[in-house]
């Protein structure tokens, strides 16, 4: 389940995410599939078989959802392994929040609809470079993340907000994307700040007003 649009975005963000297209170049997007009310529901990822990283996901139902923790998998990893994102600054309390409230002023469908998801990214100074809606939370962050990729501006990332509540997925995203500081207005899961510090990136949560808790 997702908000409709943004369907490539979305499907290059949950690729990139899940570690099955490792690729830089974008694979192809053909609309496979529309439902009466006109609503993308299916597509096709078109690419070079080397590209395709398919070894230990045959068990893996790699479905996009709306739910939360260990989204559409049938196995996991509980922690991030590899290299560490490289050291980088946090982010003062008034740059933190002048981020949140440029996603709040963006977030026209929750404006209309109060039942939507936001997630945005920005780089080092703090400037916008994309913001995406959904009614999943996880879904926000891969069409966030895709865009920038169909865009080739990925490496601009540095710092990732969230609407909601930061979950061991996200911080897998948020790794996968290379991105240095993810910032959250809720609360974290035990399991999303022991991989944020397993893997180098800085985790804020409970960011509001002019103050935010540090977990890594």
Known sequence: MHTPGHE???ARGLLLGEQVYTAIENPGFTITEV?????????NISGKVEDFQTEGKVNRTLVSVASCGMCGKTEAELLLTGVKIPEHETPSAERVQQMFQTMRDHQNTFDSSGG???SAIFD?????LVIKEDIGRHNAVDKAIG????EGDLEQAYCIIVSGRVSYEIVSKTYRAGIRVLAAVSAPSSLAVESCRSAGITLLAFCREDKFTVYS
């Open 8 to 10: 490539e975005a979305l």
């Open 35 to 43: 439902n009466d009310a006109g609503y993308i529901t299916a597509v």
């Open 116 to 118: 939507s998801h936001a």
């Open 124 to 128: 080092k100074d703090g400037k916008l």
């Open 147 to 150: 865009q920038l990729m169909l």
